[in-house]
């Protein structure tokens, strides 16, 4: 019988569930994961342990509802939408712990440029300049991480919020994937195009190849 997963990994535990046709849940599965705060103001996940706790918690949610793989026809994600992961594209490792959407390390950036920018960001892609969202996030890990920078240019890395992450694990890279609500929390899709934004990229010196 036809099966629903919904994956929900939030800020402080990873959930599945499972649901029938009728939208009735057969299972569920939640497990927490470590919250890091290395300086003040600064939100790390391990991206890693995400995985794991997303897979484990699929599974208890499959062993509950009685349900095999096969049995699921679709897969929804919600997620933490402004987490930033960055990821070396041959072996899946992540170069730098995930920073959180919580995390205020780019405020000084944001507050210098907020008068001279924020007009025409908020004009084309419908946000504020505040570090909440993941444009200043993933320009703060290539310039900090070493070689990060050098290695985007080759195309070596790729870059998701968490859902693009959980999508690229779950296909075993095959799939490096987000949508319209996501991206649209980046700081970097055009709102009337609904693509990547060549001049906040330019802007935020960030390498195309690099997106989803």
Not at 32 to 47: C, I, L, S
Request: hydrophobic share 40%; aromatic share 8%; with cysteine.
């Amino acid at each position: 019988m036809a099966r629903i997963l919904a994956i929900d990994q939030g800020t402080t535990s990873s959930r599945a569930l499972v649901f029938d046709e009728n939208a009735n849940v057969l299972g569920v599965g939640q497990h927490e994961f470590t919250q890091h705060f290395p300086e003040p103001g600064w939100v790390e996940h391990d991206a890693e342990e995400i995985w794991r706790t997303q897979q484990r918690s699929i599974e208890d949610a499959l062993r509950a509802a009685e349900c095999r793989t096969d049995d699921i026809h679709a897969i929804g994600i919600t997620n933490q939408r402004e987490t930033v992961v960055v990821w070396d594209r041959k072996t899946g490792t992540p170069i730098a712990p995930a920073i959180v959407w919580q995390d205020r390390r780019t405020s000084d950036f944001c507050a210098a440029h907020r008068e001279g920018k924020e007009a025409m960001i908020r004009e084309r892609t419908g946000l504020l300049l505040d570090p909440y969202f993941s444009g200043t996030k993933l320009q703060w890990l290539l310039d900090h991480v070493p070689d990060a920078r050098v290695r985007a240019d080759k195309g070596e890395l790729a870059f998701g919020t968490i859902e693009s992450w959980l999508v690229w694990k779950l296909t075993n890279g095959a799939a490096h994937l987000t949508d319209a609500s996501n991206a649209s929390r980046t700081l970097l899709m055009n709102l009337e195009s609904l693509a990547w934004d060549e001049a906040m990229l330019d802007w935020l010196e960030i390498p195309r190849g690099l997106l989803p």
